[in-house]
């Protein structure tokens, strides 16, 4: 099955964001608290570094190995939404506009931040 450029792209941006949701975002929390343990430390600047500890073994340190790798994540958001996309198209590409047009969003705050 081939895929045009513009839906390429929105798949770029989509996984691009899925990924950060899932490792990065606050409201993903509870998803990552039973795999991962998190370490703040603070530095000699002033600043924090965050370290994540993985917890358990088996299932449950493969899960924590998997969110503690942003390449892997990544690799399986992809593979969710563009088997989505492929297998539920009217059901993954509403999902997928969405994650698309935030990722976007979040690039344009980014810029808008680091010129003000």
């Not at 450029?5 to 998803?31: E, K, N, P």
């Not at 996309?85 to 047009?101: G, R, T």
Request: net charge neutral.
């Amino acid at each position: 099955m081939s895929i045009d450029v513009f839906h390429l792209l929105l798949l770029i941006l989509a996984s691009f964001r899925l990924t950060r949701l899932i490792l990065f975002d606050r409201i993903t929390h509870w998803i990552r608290n039973p795999f991962l343990e998190e370490k703040e430390e603070q530095l000699q600047d002033g600043t924090y570094e965050i370290y994540l500890n993985i917890k358990g073994s088996g299932f449950r340190r493969w899960v924590g190995e998997l969110l503690s790798c942003y390449w892997c994540t990544g690799m399986w958001s992809t593979i969710l939404l563009l088997g989505g996309y492929w297998v539920l198209p009217s059901y993954f590409i509403p999902i997928i506009i969405v994650f698309a047009v935030a990722a976007a969003a979040s690039i344009i705050e980014t810029i808008v931040q680091r010129l003000s």
